[in-house]
């Protein structure tokens, strides 16, 4: 694995079971850091970061930058919008039996109009998008501690196709050294990938699964 930085001359290497955590000690350029993760995560836009996995076609990863935990929903707009998707095309391969409950709905109102004082005839086709905004749609998450709530986050972003690198500002400050282990060993299982922003060096986590990189002062990559 490795992230290049338009504005770092070093890249940042680590191994595929490794979880690095960036340690960056120049204020200003660790906020203009996250600030260029945070615009690209939600542009989609090719730079400043590269962030590859080092396969042999050295794939682009998309990633998504999470600052405040707490606020992770796996209902929100984007993944409730990927289902939708997921529901259209399901539907379009059956177009069969959409055409059978159209016929059977028209048949249905038709029906009703008969009690009517006026002729009324109803006919037409489905629209797929509007036959699903019909309903309600929401995920099941039972999560009450955060830890939960993060883990149920990345399983259903990885499990829709939506991304499996999440950069994370200042995690250890929520979870304990047993939830740190935790949730490794879940990316680890469901192959999704950390990248962890801290303030300061934190002794918390799993060393053998860490792989620590401070940028100091004059923008020199430590390992």
Not at 10 to 34: A, G, M, Q, R
Request: charged content about 25%; aromatic content about 12%.
């Amino acid at each position: 694995m490795k992230l290049i930085y338009e504005h770092l001359e070093d890249t940042i290497s680590w191994k595929k079971e490794e979880v690095p955590v960036i340690i960056i000690e120049n204020v200003n350029y660790k906020n203009k850091f996250i600030n260029d993760l945070f615009l690209q995560s939600k542009t989609n836009n090719d730079t400043p970061f590269y962030i590859s996995n080092e396969a042999i076609n050295n794939d682009k990863l998309n990633f998504e930058t999470i600052i405040n935990p707490f606020e992770l929903n796996v209902n929100q707009v984007t993944i409730l919008n990927k289902i939708r998707k997921i529901y259209e095309e399901l539907i379009q391969e059956d177009y069969f039996k959409l055409s059978e409950l159209t016929k059977d709905i028209s048949t249905y109102l038709n029906n009703l109009a008969l009690s009517l004082p006026v002729s009324i005839e109803w006919e037409g086709n489905l629209n797929i998008k509007r036959l699903i905004q019909l309903f309600e749609l929401s995920i099941l998450d039972d999560s009450t501690k955060l830890l939960e709530q993060i883990i149920n986050y990345l399983q259903v972003n990885s499990q829709l196709g939506m991304s499996n690198l999440f950069v994370f500002l200042n995690l250890k400050q929520f979870l304990s050294q047993e939830e740190l282990d935790e949730l490794y060993l879940f990316i680890q299982y469901e192959e999704i990938f950390l990248i962890l922003i801290e303030n300061q060096n934190n002794e918390t986590g799993n060393n053998s699964v860490e792989k620590q990189f401070i940028i100091d002062d004059d923008l020199c990559v430590i390992y």
